[in-house]
């Protein structure tokens, strides 16, 4: 079996896995930074849905919209929350701009020592967008003390991947804006979505700007909307073989859901079969090795195995 020292997490985007060596670093901070539009709520939305394939326990926090708009969004693209989830309606959490500071130095951290003795497998953890609480505290001083507390708490607690606005006008970029360096700072990982209006396939982009414990790829990957997995990004360019993220990342997730059926089904030798098919697919590490597991478990044999 293929054991590594650091625990990655499925992002839910193929690509993204791809650029950072299998995905997040389990118990990280992550940010996905961009200006508005650029794909940053879809790229959220991914990373819970991936969460309830996998069975994680998560929190999506939203500080911006409702959580029907953001699951009919979701939906939109096929990402299909309302299958997966036993209680979508409460998936997500608005949190009111009134509430943002109570919310986060005294609710969060409360919240996030109750939910540590639960006896849960992992947990994902959503802020979407983190911009609003950066404006509670102005002065970059405060909002690293504000955000190094908050950050404790959450990544002892699970793996986070945050949102961070990108103050630029449509087809200009800078990520040292004073409204996105703070938590770039903090972050373990930083991606950067951007649309910068070129047309064609890098009309919309993909980077990797900062990964710690990561030998991440540097370059800037075409990324575009797509239905199924809600945004891909074109990693062709580093593979030496050619495969299609959105066909990839759809048949993932049918097996997934395949294989969450199967462990609720009566019969046991299914259940035990859903098990293994589950430790393989959390085990998966590299892209090489996914392919060949899903083309294992999608043979004819063990499906007729399972059909039995
Ligand atoms: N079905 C779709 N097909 C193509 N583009 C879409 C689709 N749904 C949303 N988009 C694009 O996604 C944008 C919103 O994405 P979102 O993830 O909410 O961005 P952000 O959170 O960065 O503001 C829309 O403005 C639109 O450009
Ligand atoms: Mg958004």
């Known amino acids: 079996m293929n054991m590594s020292i650091t625990e990655r997490i499925s992002s839910g985007i193929e690509g993204l896995d791809i650029l950072l060596q299998g995905g997040m670093i389990k118990n990280t901070i992550n940010s996905i930074v961009g200006s508005s539009g650029t794909g940053k709520t879809t790229v959220a939305l991914a990373y819970i849905y991936q969460g309830l394939l996998e069975g994680d326990h998560t929190l999506y926090l939203s500080f911006e919209e409702t959580p029907s708009k953001l699951i009919a969004g979701a939906e939109?693209?096929?990402?299909?929350?309302?299958?997966?989830?036993?209680?979508?309606?409460?998936?997500?959490?608005?949190?009111?701009?009134?509430?943002?500071?109570?919310?986060?130095?005294?609710?969060?951290?409360?919240?996030?020592?109750?939910?540590k003795h639960k006896n849960v497998r992992h947990t994902r953890i959503i802020l979407d967008p983190l911009t609003p609480i950066l404006w509670e505290f102005p002065s970059e001083k405060e909002q690293r003390k504000v955000l190094t507390k908050i950050y404790q708490h959450l990544s002892s607690l699970g793996t986070v991947l945050q949102t961070v606005e990108e103050p630029n006008a449509f087809g200009q970029t800078d990520i040292g804006a004073i409204e996105t360096r703070v938590p770039i700072y903090l972050s373990d990982t930083v991606v950067h979505i951007q649309n910068l209006g070129l047309g064609g396939k890098y009309n919309r982009t993909c980077k990797i700007v900062k990964s710690r414990r990561t030998a991440?790829?540097?370059?800037i990957f075409p990324m575009h909307f797509a239905q199924g997995s809600g945004i891909a990004i074109d990693t062709?360019?580093?593979?030496?073989?050619?495969?299609?993220?959105?066909?990839?990342?759809?048949?993932?997730?049918?097996?997934?859901?395949?294989?969450?059926?199967?462990?609720?089904?009566?019969?046991?030798?299914?259940?035990?079969?859903?098990?293994?098919?589950?430790?393989?697919?959390?085990?998966?590490?590299?892209?090489?090795?996914?392919?060949?597991?899903?083309?294992?478990?999608?043979?004819?044999?063990?499906?007729?195995?399972v059909k039995k």
């Open 76 to 115: 939109s693209l096929g990402i299909r929350i309302k299958e997966v989830s036993q209680n979508f309606t409460e998936l997500i959490h608005l949190v009111e701009s009134e509430k943002i500071v109570e919310f986060m130095t005294n609710i969060l951290p409360a919240l996030a020592q109750k939910l």
């Open 236 to 305: 062709s360019s580093i593979q030496v073989e050619y495969n299609d993220p959105l066909v990839y990342d759809t048949r993932y997730n049918e097996l997934m859901k395949k294989v969450k059926q199967m462990s609720k089904d009566k019969d046991p030798k299914k259940r035990i079969i859903a098990q293994i098919a589950k430790n393989l697919l959390n085990d998966r590490q590299e892209k090489g090795d996914k392919i060949e597991l899903v083309d294992a478990l999608t043979s004819p044999q063990i499906l007729q195995e």
């Open 216 to 219: 991440h790829h540097e370059g």
